[in-house]
């Protein structure tokens, strides 16, 4: 799957989803180091990338053969790319 400028999921697309897995997931976290505790209305940061990929774990979409993949990310409000892995490697088990 490649998903870009995607927002959160609504139910639609999670019906959709369901049922079907993905070998990759190539997702945009454009706003990494944004802390926010909503939905953002346009991009990804890393709070709902993660959210995104718990929801597409629990319908079954991506499993542990899943290989994903960050992509799209800005220059504003953006980790390091060592930070941005840590962050990755302590949050996504699939």
């Known amino acids: 799957m490649y998903a870009s400028d995607t927002r959160c999921y609504g139910r639609e697309t999670w019906d959709f989803l369901n049922g079907k897995r993905a070998d990759i997931v190539l997702m945009e976290c454009t706003f990494s180091g944004r802390d926010t505790d ?3 209305d346009l991009n990804l940061d890393m709070k709902n990338f993660l959210l ?13 053969r899943t290989q ?4 799209h990310i800005s220059h504003k409000f953006a ?9 990755f490697t302590k949050a996504v088990t699939v």
């Open 68 to 71: 994903i993949f960050a992509k």
């Open 38 to 40: 909503m939905y953002v």
């Open 52 to 64: 995104m990929l718990d929801n597409m774990r629990e319908i079954g979409f991506i499993d542990s």
């Open 79 to 87: 980790l390091l790319h060592e930070d941005m892995q840590r962050a």
